[in-house]
C-alpha cells in the first residue's frame, strides 16, 4: 500500500481523526499493510506485542478458551475497529487469541510511531483512551446481556445491531459471519442458535442460508426488552 494510501486510510478511524496530514505522514513511515485469510491467526494469548492493529476490510475475533476447553469469543472487530492498543503500548502479554474470521487486511500500527505521535499530538492519547473506554463499556453490556437475557433476545439484539441503518421498519441483509461464529460471540451453543432462530420466526425474524429478513423491526426491539 502506497503511502498516500497509508494517510487516506488512516484518517477514516477514529483514534486518527483531527490529525494533521504532517503528522499522518510521519506514522505512515512506519505504518504497514497486512492480509489475512479466513482462519488465520494474528496473534496468540500470551504474545507481547510491538504494535496494535486497525481493521480495514473483514473481521477478526478475539476467543478466549473456557475452563472446559470450549472456545468462547469474546469480541468481534470488523472495519474501522482497532484492537490491541493497550497491550502493545504496555508491553503486556495479549490476554486472548485473535484469527481472521473471514478474509481480512489489516493495518499494523508500531508503538514507537504512536509515541512519537503523542509527543506531538496529545489529543492522539485522549482518542486512544476514548477507544480503549468505549471497548470496556461494550464488554460489560456483553456480561449484562449475557446474564439478564434470554438466548433468543441475545440473538435479536445482534441482528438489530447488524441489520443495514435506514429509516425502513423492515430490512433484508446477509449475515456477515458463519452461523457458528455468531452462536459463539452470543454464548450459545449451536443447537441453541438454531432453537433461538426458530422462536424469532414468531417475531418475523426468517434466516434463509445467510439471508436474514426482519419484517418488523420495532416488533423486534419490543421482543429485546420485553
Same mark, same amino acid.
Given at each position: 500500500?502506497?503511502?498516500?494510501?497509508?494517510?487516506?486510510?488512516?484518517?477514516?478511524?477514529?483514534?486518527?481523526?483531527?490529525?494533521?496530514?504532517?503528522?499522518?505522514?510521519?506514522?505512515?513511515?512506519?505504518?504497514?499493510?497486512?492480509?489475512?485469510?479466513?482462519?488465520?491467526?494474528?496473534?496468540?494469548?500470551?504474545?507481547?506485542?510491538?504494535?496494535?492493529?486497525?481493521?480495514?476490510?473483514?473481521?477478526?475475533?478475539?476467543?478466549?478458551?473456557?475452563?472446559?476447553?470450549?472456545?468462547?469469543? &469474546?469480541?468481534?472487530? +470488523?472495519? !474501522?475497529?482497532?484492537?490491541?492498543?493497550?497491550? *502493545?503500548?504496555?508491553? #503486556?502479554?495479549? @490476554?486472548? =487469541?485473535?484469527?481472521?474470521?473471514?478474509?481480512?487486511?489489516?493495518?499494523?500500527?508500531?508503538?514507537?510511531?504512536?509515541?512519537?505521535?503523542?509527543?506531538?499530538?496529545?489529543?492522539?492519547?485522549?482518542?486512544?483512551?476514548?477507544?480503549?473506554?468505549?471497548?470496556?463499556?461494550?464488554?460489560?453490556?456483553? &456480561?449484562?446481556?449475557? +446474564?439478564? !437475557?434470554?438466548?433468543?433476545?441475545?440473538?435479536? *439484539?445482534?441482528?438489530? #445491531?447488524?441489520? @443495514?441503518? =435506514?429509516?425502513?421498519?423492515?430490512?433484508?441483509?446477509?449475515?456477515?459471519?458463519?452461523?457458528?461464529?455468531?452462536?459463539?460471540?452470543?454464548?450459545?451453543?449451536?443447537?441453541?442458535?438454531?432453537?433461538?432462530?426458530?422462536?424469532?420466526?414468531?417475531?418475523?425474524?426468517?434466516?434463509?442460508?445467510?439471508? &436474514?429478513?426482519?419484517?418488523?423491526?420495532?416488533?423486534?426491539?419490543?421482543?429485546?426488552?420485553?
Amino acid at each position: 500500500m502506497v503511502k498516500s494510501s497509508v494517510i487516506e486510510e488512516l484518517h477514516k478511524f477514529p483514534l486518527f481523526q483531527g490529525v494533521s496530514a504532517d503528522l499522518l505522514a510521519q506514522i505512515s513511515e512506519y505504518v504497514y499493510y497486512k492480509k489475512y485469510m479466513r482462519g488465520e491467526r494474528v496473534c496468540s494469548q500470551d504474545d507481547v506485542l510491538s504494535s496494535f492493529f486497525l481493521v480495514l476490510h473483514g473481521c477478526v475475533a478475539l476467543t478466549r478458551i473456557s475452563a472446559n476447553g470450549n472456545e468462547s469469543i &469474546v469480541s468481534l472487530m +470488523s472495519d !474501522k475497529d482497532s484492537f490491541a492498543e493497550a497491550v *502493545a503500548m504496555n508491553q #503486556k502479554p495479549v @490476554p486472548v =487469541d485473535v484469527y481472521a474470521v473471514v478474509d481480512t487486511n489489516l493495518l499494523v500500527v508500531p508503538v514507537k510511531a504512536v509515541v512519537e505521535l503523542v509527543r506531538k499530538d496529545a489529543d492522539v492519547a485522549l482518542k486512544m483512551i476514548a477507544a480503549i473506554s468505549a471497548r470496556n463499556r461494550f464488554l460489560v453490556e456483553r &456480561v449484562e446481556q449475557l +446474564s439478564i !437475557k434470554s438466548a433468543p433476545q441475545r440473538l435479536a *439484539a445482534f441482528l438489530l #445491531k447488524i441489520a @443495514p441503518e =435506514d429509516s425502513n421498519n423492515a430490512s433484508t441483509f446477509l449475515l456477515p459471519y458463519d452461523k457458528g461464529v455468531v452462536a459463539s460471540f452470543l454464548g450459545m451453543q449451536p443447537e441453541t442458535f438454531s432453537r433461538s432462530l426458530k422462536k424469532l420466526v414468531a417475531e418475523q425474524v426468517h434466516l434463509d442460508g445467510r439471508q &436474514v429478513k426482519i419484517l418488523d423491526k420495532q416488533r423486534l426491539e419490543a421482543f429485546c426488552e420485553c
